[in-house]
């Protein structure tokens, strides 16, 4: 009879430790999942900055290559205007040397009006 009392404290103090075993381990389990949540939070807002900042690196690559083509064809008119001056200024001093007894660019100027 002793033996038999004995076996059943046993089983009860076997079944409460399980009991706690099982209770530990459905609340690891809730913070597990807490966990992951957090990371899959993370994972998401990390996507997110990550797909911002690409589409504003790309935003501003386009800008780049939009003021590089203006400056482009701001140096093409800038070379442009720069030959026309100096066609204008060799079409000058070729009139210079057939122009009589003008002396300088002033007196051409105030002798053609």
Request: proline share 1%; with cysteine.
């Amino acid at each position: 009879h002793d033996e038999i009392e004995r076996w059943e404290n046993h089983l009860r103090q076997e079944e409460i430790a399980l009991a706690k075993a099982e209770k530990h381990i459905v609340e690891d389990l809730a913070l597990f999942d807490q966990f992951l949540d957090a990371c899959n939070r993370s994972a998401n807002d990390a996507a997110f900055r990550v797909d911002e900042e690409s589409r504003k690196k790309d935003e501003l690559v386009n800008e780049i290559k939009r003021l590089q083509k203006t400056l482009i064809s701001y140096h093409n008119d800038q070379n442009h205007l720069t030959d026309i001056l100096k066609q204008s200024r060799r079409y000058q001093q070729f009139l210079f040397k057939f122009a009589p007894k003008v002396r300088s660019q002033k007196e051409f100027l105030f002798s053609i009006n």
